[in-house]
C-alpha cells in the first residue's frame, strides 16, 4: 500500500466485517492524504446488510455511480 499510487478496494460483505481489512483501508486512506494516494473502491456484492461501515468508506461508496 505504501509503495502504490492507488490502492483498488473490493468490497464485500465479508470484507466489511472482517478487522484486517480494515487496518488495510485506514493504511490506504493515510497514504491518500499525505502523498494523494488514489483508492478505487469495487463493490462486489451487496453491502446494504452490514451495519458497522466507516463513516468514510460509507460515504465513498455512496458516491460511486
Avoid at 8 to 14: D, T
Avoid at 22 to 48: C, G, K, N
Amino acid at each position: 500500500v505504501q509503495k502504490s499510487r492507488r490502492t483498488i478496494l473490493l468490497i464485500s460483505p465479508e470484507y466489511l466485517s472482517e478487522e484486517w481489512p480494515r487496518f488495510e483501508y485506514v493504511l490506504a486512506q493515510q497514504e491518500m492524504l499525505r502523498l494523494r494516494h488514489r483508492i478505487i473502491p469495487v463493490i462486489l456484492s451487496d453491502v446494504t446488510g452490514v451495519e458497522d461501515i466507516d463513516p468514510v468508506l460509507k460515504t465513498m461508496m455512496q458516491s460511486l455511480t
